[in-house]
Each structure stands twice: as structure tokens, then as C-alpha cells.
């Protein structure tokens, strides 16, 4: 049966997780583990029982995300879920057999270097289409049942996470371990993101058709035209004129020539650009699957 093309991963994708693999494994047996530090999740979690009983890192984290992994096939996909568990299982066997030295035991630099490692490992793992954390999963989930979001859901049970490292552990370690959480969590965006992330942008401007042919006949960007109306200032509110109002979605690098190009049209032009945490199809570059 031909693969397809959910299922299908290219040497790209197994690279960026096995890369993804070594780098976490590096940031917990470097950095975290040895200084009894931890993170959010389900990684949390099992350093966490690390701590407390004893038992290898490595077992936890397979027997951890293995209810994810069974949660991923109902909520995500069979292919998603079985990349899931492999990957987890490689996770594990990558923690057993290697021996990563220990790298310092300064507590701001195993804070903030430990929770940058393992965020790009983390990150480069789903820019592979693959997850070595199954805590979103739990959230995607819940969410379905409940009246949060999954950030809110995230949130929620990291904060939980903490305060019991904070009462087993002492405060300090939980405070130093949030800013590694932080660390991993943005690093991990970066990487899953990277240059590529998307921002929307939105134009007003009295010369509208000017601009848009600059948009999509010289910077090659597809655009969305809502009918609207401009005007409506203090003083002169019942004053205002039609007007063609431009969408467009453009990669964060592209954000500084589209401005110069309808500032040199109409320096007055009203522009308002926002975050765009996905996009896909239009005019858009074929960005890696996660």
C-alpha cells in the first residue's frame, strides 16, 4: 500500500527528530537531572517521580506519554499517534544508553541553558511531525469537555506541576525550574516557527489599488479585499468614503518591505499587523508539517 501523505516522512523529518532526540536528551542528563530541576508536562511529571522514587527518567517518560500516545489515535491520527510512540520509545533508549556529561551546576545557567536545549529539541521533534511531550494532547482532550482553552489547560496543569515541586522540593528550585519552563516553552515556538512565522496584515488606504497591485504582482502575496468605509473622525463624523480594506499574510521577514512599499504609496496608509499562529494554502510557501 503507497504511504500517504500523512504518513509518509522524508529524511528531513527523520532527521529533525532524531536531532530533536539527541538535544532533549542532552538538555535533561546535562542540565536538568543533575541539578534536580524540572519542566513542565509530561516530562514534569517524570522528573518529577525521578526525584521522589528513584525509578530511570527513561522508563518514565515511555510510561508517562503512553495514555497520550492512546489519546492521540482517538483525537489526532493513528499515523500521528504511532510516530508518537516510536519517537517516545527512541527518546527513551537515546536517555538509557548515552552517557551525556554533566555540563554545570550553576543554577542560572541550567535554568535558562537547560530549558533552552530541550526546547529546541523539542521543537525540531514537531517540525518532524512528531511530539516527545504528550501534555497537549491531555489539553486538546479536556478541552473538548470543558469550558478552557488548551493554553489555559496547559497553564493549569504546569501550575500544578510546580506547586508540588515547590512543597517536595522548596521554592527556589520551583522558581528557578518555571524559568526553564520558559525557556523550553519559547525556544520550542522559535524552532517550531522559526523566521517563517506568519503575520497578518491588515491595510486602509485611499489608494488601495495601487497597493494591492503591488502586493500581488511584485511581492507575489495573495490578498483578500473587504468592502468597507473611511472617515467617521471627531469633528467631522459624518464624513466618510468607501474604501477597499486589504488582508494579506505574509512571513515576519516579508513585514518590513511590504511596509516600505505602501509607505512609499501612501506614507498616511493605516496598517495593523497581528500574530497568525497558523496558515496554510493561498499564496503561501509550503512550510514543514508539525
Known sequence: MAATSETKLDWRDVAY???GILISGFA?????????????GVTGISLLVHEFYHINIAYLIVAFNLPFVFAAWKLVSKAFAIRMLVTCIAFGIVLLVIPFPTITSDRLLVAVFGGVFLGVGFGLAMRGGAALDGIEVLALYTGRHLAFTTSEIILGLNILIFAVAALGLGFETALYSTLTYYSASRMADFVVDGVEEYTSMTIVSGKSEEIK????LELKRGITVYKGERGFLPGAFDQSQPVDIISTVVTRLEVPALRNAVHAIDPKAFIVTTSAREAMGGVLRRRVHH
Open 17 to 19: 527528530i532524531w536531532l
Open 28 to 40: 535533561l542528563r546535562g542540565f536538568l537531572i543533575p541539578n534536580h530541576f524540572f519542566d513542565g
Open 213 to 216: 497591485q503591488v502586493i500581488a
